[in-house]
């Protein structure tokens, strides 16, 4: 039995169904007692980023052959329990960089030219016509230069962009220049975060990496929230040492309303930058097709963590 508990959907799960059953509950993630029991005889588990798949969790389910992650980000998956258990875990890694890529280049035009601004004052009667910045020619730094962040990289090349990288992991990545955290900071117009949640990164983006960084300068983040100190960051924007923001992700999802709402040099979306039409059926795609393999007692294309080699 695969169980899917949150909202994982898509064609290539009703092909799926055909040859195995499917218990579908959008809302499981949010109750761990019941997420336990509805485990018991779940042979694969279908998440998103807000199923917390821990060791406890992983123990209750004694048949489980297989996690599937539908997205990129990893730190919702204890994966050294899931190892321990001789459990596969699989995700569509890579498959969303696109959308990602696309919609950190729309934000930072969105910045850039003010557009959430000039809508809201030109509907409400409003004719502004205040000026924004080109992004040609500008300077855009990358912190991560994964998939996410080489995609990015990829579609402002059109911008004729000066484009820097900061990645303790990257090496040689064509049109990136690699330097230090701190020096993108100082160096780029653009800043956009594309790193994990890691004791590493964590709050790394904060008041006094903040204050490296141009008064002119705006900062996308669509990694992961924890990476910036959200009340230094307001302060920062408040205070106009910073341009202006757009966070797709933040340290708690959802977010509680608060001040973050009320400031205008600041865009909020609610983690879509990887939800496309075309990326979901990416993923979908190879989720199904790995859980397949896997149940049949095949290798894994897509697996992660230590059991990766052993399934390729």
């Known amino acids: 039995m695969i169980?899917?508990?949150?909202?994982?959907?898509?064609?290539?799960?009703?092909?799926?169904?055909?040859?195995?059953?499917?218990?579908?509950n959008d809302d499981l993630w949010n109750d761990p007692e019941k997420l336990k029991a509805s485990l018991k005889d779940a042979t694969a588990l279908v998440?998103?980023?807000?199923?917390?798949?821990?060791?406890?969790i992983i123990a209750a389910a004694p048949k489980l052959k297989v996690?599937?992650?539908?997205?990129?980000?990893?730190?919702?998956?204890?994966?050294?329990?899931?190892?321990?258990?001789?459990v596969v875990v699989v995700a569509g890694l890579g498959?969303?960089?696109?959308?990602?890529?696309?919609?950190?280049?729309?934000?930072?035009?969105?910045?850039?030219?003010?557009?959430?601004?000039?809508d809201v004052a030109t509907r409400d009667?409003?004719?502004?016509?205040?000026?924004?910045?080109?992004?040609?020619?500008?300077?855009?730094?990358?912190?991560?230069?994964g998939a996410t962040g080489v995609a990015t990289a990829k579609l402002i090349q059109g911008f004729n962009c000066n484009v820097l990288g900061y990645d303790p992991y990257a090496k040689n990545l064509a049109g990136i220049e690699l330097t230090t955290?701190?020096?993108?900071?100082?160096?780029?117009?653009?800043?956009?975060i594309h790193m994990p949640s890691t004791p590493?990164?964590?709050?790394?983006?904060?008041?006094?990496?903040?204050?490296?960084?141009?008064?002119?300068a705006i900062i996308v983040n669509v990694g992961r929230g924890e990476v910036i100190n959200e009340a230094d960051l307001i302060a920062a924007l408040k205070a106009?040492?910073?341009?202006?923001?757009?966070?797709?992700?933040?340290?708690?999802?959802?977010?509680?309303?608060?001040?973050?709402?009320?400031?205008?040099?600041?865009?909020l979306t609610p983690h879509v930058a990887g939800i496309t039409k075309e990326s979901q059926l990416r993923i979908n795609q190879i989720l199904t097709s790995n859980i397949e393999l896997v149940l049949n007692s095949k290798p894994a294309t897509h697996a992660v963590g230590a059991l990766k080699e052993s399934s390729n």
């Open 95 to 118: 498959a969303n960089a696109v959308s990602v890529g696309e919609l950190t280049l729309g934000l930072a035009l969105a910045l850039l030219r003010n557009i959430p601004g000039h």
């Open 200 to 216: 590493e990164t964590n709050g790394t983006i904060n008041a006094t990496t903040l204050a490296l960084m141009k008064s002119d």
């Open 240 to 267: 106009k040492t910073i341009a202006g923001a757009a966070l797709d992700v933040r340290a708690q999802e959802p977010p509680s309303k608060g001040e973050m709402e009320a400031i205008d040099n600041l865009i």
């Open 3 to 24: 169980l899917i508990s949150e909202d994982v959907w898509g064609t290539p799960f009703q092909k799926l169904e055909g040859s195995f059953p499917i218990i579908r």
């Open 181 to 192: 955290f701190e020096d993108v900071l100082k160096r780029s117009d653009v800043v956009s």
């Open 125 to 145: 009667g409003g004719w502004v016509r205040t000026p924004g910045r080109e992004l040609t020619g500008l300077t855009w730094g990358l912190l991560g230069c």
């Open 67 to 86: 996690i599937a992650r539908a997205g990129v980000g990893l730190d919702n998956i204890d994966i050294k329990a899931a190892d321990a258990a001789g």
């Open 47 to 56: 998440v998103r980023n807000r199923t917390k798949v821990t060791a406890e």
